[in-house]
């Protein structure tokens, strides 16, 4: 099963977008009708609303009156924030049980959440991927006055009660962009489910990690994020080719984006990295694992020149603990290596250190999982090197100098297996030095943990 969160904002074109899914067999649920019938006379959520604005909320019948509550909350942020309080956990229970009564129908189900509001109500790391349909805010504008009969006014009204373009790059992995005609927004559809969706259940389904192929290319972190590498995402504009690289991007923090010519690979690492984080940490304090996540290795270092793959850590507090193999693989992690280990550093007669390796399983992002004891001694040395080359301009020279060096000596590799063995030596000779220095002067902390009620 694989679960997607679809979003979008009002006009852009998603209710396109799902009937095309639901053709190409997805099962579309559909939180504006679960909104609707969570308010519905009788209800719980109608209760509360007629209780926070009073009975002027309700029509004669006793039904919701929309016109009255749009009033409200849509000249009022607070009072927005309030409605989502009370209809977001009613509606998410409702998509919860649809997608259980789906899966128990059919365990290779694509489930697809039609949402508007996965960012707004900070749902996006529910799912395994999320698709994001867009227009520009002045097209959307003209389709709501030509075809939903309001003012341009009340168009811009709802477009302000929405997140941002840019809030919702920060989320999206498949980006749809809707300014063309319909038939070529259904194109990019049907390509992103054959190419992406369709193949990453299967791989979720299985226990399959995707495919991965090829030597150690470094990429720069100033290059632009393009199709041509496997940095960048499944992201379709409404004519369906490749258009000017700056077009095809994945998608920044909102601090971080360049909307005016595309965002760079060092900033597609970091959102990457910071959604991934985000989604393993949802997936393990579901399944109440104590544990903590971060992204780790040189696309986590801004600055660094690094090969296109993006490595991520999770702490547990014992890496015997079988939960967490079957967590991860349902989160799109399966298992690479039961047993596998990092050389210890500086070396030493002591045993390698123990980890357990897993790989994605979307074939639109390649990722290592390193899971290890938290507070062992492979888990405080990676985060330790990463913070230490965040910091330190000169140990990010010397190791970027290396890493081009040996990147260039296994050029004609077929793997990167050579390329990162090739590494140990520097590893032992300087790294070791940095990160005792470092640990030594230094804490080591996760980017997120669960054990801490603070986290998230």
Request: charge should be negative.
């Amino acid at each position: 099963m694989l679960s997607v969160g679809l979003t979008g904002g009002i006009a852009a074109g998603k209710s396109t977008v799902a009937a095309e899914l639901v053709r190409l067999g997805a099962v579309v649920v559909d939180a504006d009708v679960l909104a609707r019938q969570v308010v519905e006379p009788g209800t719980p959520g109608l209760a509360a609303i007629a209780r926070e604005w009073g009975s002027g909320m309700l029509r004669a019948d006793g039904s919701l009156d929309r016109e009255a509550l749009g009033a409200v909350v849509f000249a009022d942020p607070a009072a927005l924030r309030r409605l989502g309080e009370i209809t977001h956990p009613l509606v998410l229970a409702e998509h919860e049980r649809l997608e259980r009564e789906a899966v128990d129908a059919d365990p290779g189900a694509i489930v697809v959440h039609d949402v508007p509001l996965i960012v707004e109500n900070d749902v996006a790391h529910r799912y395994h991927l999320v698709l994001v349909v867009h227009a520009p805010e002045g097209l959307r504008v003209r389709r709501m006055v030509e075809h939903r009969g309001m003012t341009a006014e009340q168009a811009r009204a709802r477009v302000a009660a929405q997140a941002t373009d840019e809030q919702r790059r920060a989320v999206a992995d498949v980006w749809l962009d809707n300014t063309g005609s319909e038939d070529e927004l259904v194109a990019d559809v049907r390509r992103a489910w054959h190419g992406r969706l369709r193949p990453y259940e299967e791989n979720v389904r299985t226990g399959t990690v995707a495919e991965r192929s090829g030597g150690p290319v470094l990429r720069e972190p100033g290059e632009l994020a393009d199709l041509a590498g496997a940095a960048a995402p499944v992201e379709l504009t409404s004519t369906g080719s490749p258009t000017e690289r700056g077009d095809h991007r994945e998608h920044g923090d909102p601090a971080e984006l360049d909307t005016g010519g595309g965002t760079t690979v060092g900033r597609l690492w970091a959102s990457t990295g910071a959604r991934l984080v985000a989604r393993l940490g949802a997936a393990l304090e579901q399944a109440g694992v104590a544990a903590d996540v971060s992204h780790i290795g040189s696309t986590a270092v801004p600055g660094l020149a690094a090969k296109d793959v993006l490595d991520l850590q999770v702490g547990v507090d014992d890496l015997g603990d079988d939960r967490v193999p079957d967590v991860l693989a349902r989160a799109g992690f399966p298992t690479r290596q039961a047993d596998g280990w990092d050389h210890p550093h500086p070396p030493a007669d002591d045993r390698p250190w123990p980890k357990r390796f897993h790989r994605n399983a979307d074939p639109g992002r390649a990722v290592n999982l390193h899971v290890r004891e938290t507070g062992s001694p492979g888990w405080r040395w990676a985060l330790a090197f990463r913070d230490a080359l965040r910091d330190d301009p000169d140990v990010r020279s010397d190791y970027a100098t290396m890493k081009r060096a040996m990147a260039r000596s296994h050029a004609d590799d077929p793997r990167t297996g050579g390329y990162a063995e090739a590494k140990e030596p520097w590893f032992d000779l300087h790294g070791s030095a940095i990160v005792t220095e470092r640990l030594a002067t230094h804490p080591v902390e996760p980017d997120l943990d669960l054990r801490d009620p603070d986290a998230a």
